[in-house]
């Protein structure tokens, strides 16, 4: 009898198990749909948090920039990539996550049933936003390794060639005029709207000032195409003040405080100083911002001629293993979970038209004025005054029409000091006028380079395509030029 019970629970295990075998198959932790509104929102957070962090895996920009050195390693300050996979970390950030999220939250969108809460303009405008921040995740894969799988990406071809990066631009271009043409109206997209609330209007602004940056991008290599997109754009409406910036505010509460909270204090990590590039321009122009960019380690300097005191700011040896209380380090905002992150803003707007001014473009003011403008809006950014504005720009060494170097010089080392903390930018803005003047890496010996090299899994699983595009660029290496980088 007892063989008989023993039998009949193995029979019943069995017969359980065959009739849910099929189970296996589903997966009960994730959702087996996501809603467009939840892919649109997951795409803007990963795509800032990839912009904002500065963990070495992720995103190095902050140290390609040279507004950042290391301590105990420096590999990342001496341009390493391939180590710690960031440039594939890049690739597949933009193009696996942020690029088919978006893909898929349009599609979602199109096919959604029009009904009295969901009118055909609502469709319209949201997949228009969609677009607009794919066409921005575009451009930065493009602005970072040049050649890229475009045309064929996100086909059934699983091989897919490599696009000319000139002729990508021109084509997120007219993509982009597409957009603007349909963004009107209203939105229901509403929270899942991380950073405009489903507000059109300053998404209709976001995306004319995109174009005004590739605009300026291309200007060195087309300037009668970067001279239409300027104007046109700003007689559709740019940014008019902080208040339209495309800028993500972060919370308190993980996982969505700002990365750089999570890299700099949750971590218990020492990783990061001043970089002395930065801090010696700074320190030499008595910059206003730089309580505000860096704290701790400084010194007290006296003027022997007129007794006035002056806080030097100390940064370590850029490209060199530093010892991290030897020198200033990342101030107390960049520690703070809540700390907003920008992508494109009205500072950044200000040095572009400053330079579309001086290549004699008609944007309204002169190239002075929106010079004086960017500073200023980078100031008040940070906590400062407009008093202290003033009294930065009527610094000789400072004010533009008595500043160092010509009118690319001038505009690029206010630039690239008002894009600290947005690393990316400001690495950019140095590739785009070969200044301000940067530092040889300690170790690496040589400048920054200008794109990363396409990453190890291409040369495995899109093997032939990759080689013709290394080919076609000159090469993979960290110093090929991408198409706009004309000095």
């Known amino acids: 009898m007892k063989k008989i019970y023993v039998l009949s629970i193995l029979l019943f295990g069995m017969f359980s198990c065959s009739q849910n075998l099929t189970d296996l198959n589903v997966d009960n932790k994730n959702p087996r749909e996501v809603e467009a509104d939840v892919l649109f929102a997951n795409a803007t957070s990963e795509l800032f948090d990839f912009m904002a962090s500065t963990n070495v895996n992720i995103n190095n920009f902050r140290l390609w920039a040279q507004q950042w050195a290391q301590t105990t390693y420096a590999d990342e300050s001496n341009y390493e990539l391939s180590e710690r996979r960031v440039d594939e970390r890049a690739w597949n950030t933009l193009y696996a996550t942020v690029i088919r999220d978006l893909k898929e939250a349009k599609t979602l969108w199109a096919e959604k049933e029009l009904s009295p809460a969901f009118l055909e ?13 794919e066409i921005f995740a575009w451009h930065l894969l493009v602005d970072i390794f040049g050649d890229i799988p475009y045309t064929a990406a996100f086909t059934d071809d699983v ?10 631009y021109a084509d997120l271009a007219a993509r982009l005029d597409a957009a603007i043409g349909k963004l009107s109206g209203a939105s229901v997209v509403g929270s899942s709207d991380l950073v405009y609330g489903g507000d059109v209007a300053k998404w209709k602004k976001m995306a004319n000032t995109l174009k005004v940056r590739m605009g300026i991008r291309m200007a060195d290599m087309n300037n009668a195409t970067a001279k239409q997109m300027v104007e046109a754009a700003l007689s559709s409406g740019v940014f008019e003040s902080s208040d339209d910036d495309f800028r993500l505010h972060y919370t308190s509460s993980t996982p969505h405080t700002n990365p750089l909270w999570v890299d700099l204090v949750q971590s218990g990590r020492s990783d990061f100083v001043a970089a002395n590039t930065i801090v010696d321009k700074m320190n030499a122009l008595e910059d206003p911002r730089l309580p505000y960019f860096f704290e701790d380690q400084y010194e007290v300097v006296i003027d022997t001629n007129t007794g ?3 806080i030097q700011f100390l940064g370590g040896i850029y490209g060199d293993n530093n010892n991290y209380n030897s020198f200033s380090h990342p101030g107390e905002l960049q520690k703070m979970p809540t700390f907003s992150h920008s992508i494109l803003d009205y500072t950044e707007l200000s040095f572009l038209l400053a330079d579309a001014a001086e290549r004699g473009y008609s944007v309204g003011k002169s190239a002075e004025e929106y010079y004086n403008q960017g500073i200023t809006s980078s100031i008040l950014e940070w906590g400062g005054t407009t008093a202290e504005a003033n009294t930065y720009l009527a610094n000789p060494d400072v004010a533009y029409s008595t500043a160092q170097g010509d009118w690319k010089e001038k505009i690029a080392l206010q630039k690239w000091l008002a894009m600290y903390n947005r690393g990316f930018e400001a690495w950019t803005t140095w590739r785009v006028y070969d200044a301000p003047e940067l530092n040889i890496a300690a170790q690496a010996g040589t400048l920054p380079p200008t794109r990363y090299t396409y990453p190890t899994s291409e040369y495995s699983l899109n093997g032939d395509n990759v080689e013709a595009a290394s080919g076609a660029i000159g090469g993979n290496t960290k110093f090929v030029k991408v198409f706009w980088d004309m000095n």
């Open 308 to 310: 006035e005191t002056a």
């Open 159 to 168: 091989t897919p060639a490599y696009d000319d990066d000139a002729a990508i």
């Open 121 to 133: 303009e609502h469709q319209r405008n949201q997949i228009a936003m969609a677009e607009v921040m």
